[in-house]
């Protein structure tokens, strides 16, 4: 009789630990039916910090005839020195310092932390007028790196090229949630000039599309926790040694009560 208790309550314990198909879906919140379903989707303007990278291209005609990149060299040059990855972005970008600003021929010094992207590119294009006609100026951020650890396939840091990205995005960046990783519970950590400001978010509940952490910024952190059934999974093997030991020991000491 001890032997059967023992056996349910160990049968118990490792179905506890199986995860539900609902657990492994996202957005499972939706409307059943199929009937689509709109969210107000408010994009944030991300504003320039120090640290940050600017990639800025000052393009006019010179007196050839030639249309030429007036601060990264040529064309030509600029399409070589990107296709060399990362790194090379870095190489032609302009690094915010300490004090906000960026250094740029014949403006000198720019402050542009605090500033969004549109806002920087016709302070640009202003200034840049009084030395060039028709020049064309554009901004883009080179240093858009998100981070993604925990429960995931592929964690590491990774870098954007676009303007925007979801939290949903960086998950399928990162490969995805793994087998022990809960979509129900995301950490979003992100920098907001000398502070540290935390989110909650779930990936399984429709309020995501709403939450003002489901456009990621540059520098967030995303981590996605393990589900309270993995330390009994990863310690599997030792525990059905261990419970096949304790099951033979218990039939033999039934059998030689008898």
């Not at 504003?47 to 007196?63: C, E, G, H, S, W």
């Not at 009084?130 to 883009?140: I, R």
């Not at 952190?221 to 330390?231: A, D, L, R, S, Y």
Request: net charge neutral.
């Amino acid at each position: 009789m001890k032997t059967r208790y023992f056996l349910l309550g160990t049968s118990l314990l490792l179905i506890s630990g199986c995860v539900s198909q609902k657990k492994l879906g996202y957005l499972n919140n939706l409307q059943p039916s199929g009937e689509p379903e709109y969210f107000p989707m408010s994009v944030p303007d991300y504003t320039i910090q120090n640290r940050d990278v600017l990639y800025i291209t000052l393009k006019a005609m010179d007196p050839e005839g030639m249309i030429k990149d007036y601060l990264s060299g040529t064309t030509s040059s600029v399409g070589i020195t990107a296709s060399q990855g990362e790194g090379g972005g870095y190489l032609i970008g302009y690094n915010v310092n300490k004090f906000g600003n960026i250094i740029l021929p014949m403006i000198d010094s720019l402050h542009v932390e605090g500033k969004t992207l549109d806002e920087i590119r016709s302070i640009l294009q202003v200034e840049f007028n009084k030395y060039y006609k028709n020049a064309t100026v554009d901004c883009k951020l080179l240093s858009f790196k998100f981070m993604v650890i925990g429960e995931v396939r592929s964690p590491g840091a990774y870098v954007n090229y676009s303007n925007y990205l979801t939290a949903l995005e960086a998950v399928g960046r990162a490969g995805g949630v793994g087998d022990y990783g809960r979509r129900d519970r995301i950490l979003v950590v992100r920098p907001v000039g000398n502070d540290t400001k935390t989110y909650r978010i779930s990936l399984q509940d429709k309020n995501i599309l709403t939450s003002e952490a489901y456009f990621l910024q540059p520098n967030d952190v995303i981590i996605v926790e393990p589900q309270t059934g993995k330390i009994l999974n990863l310690n599997f093997p030792v525990i059905s040694a261990a419970l096949s030991l304790i099951t033979t020991a218990l039939l033999l000491i039934s059998y030689v009560g008898r």
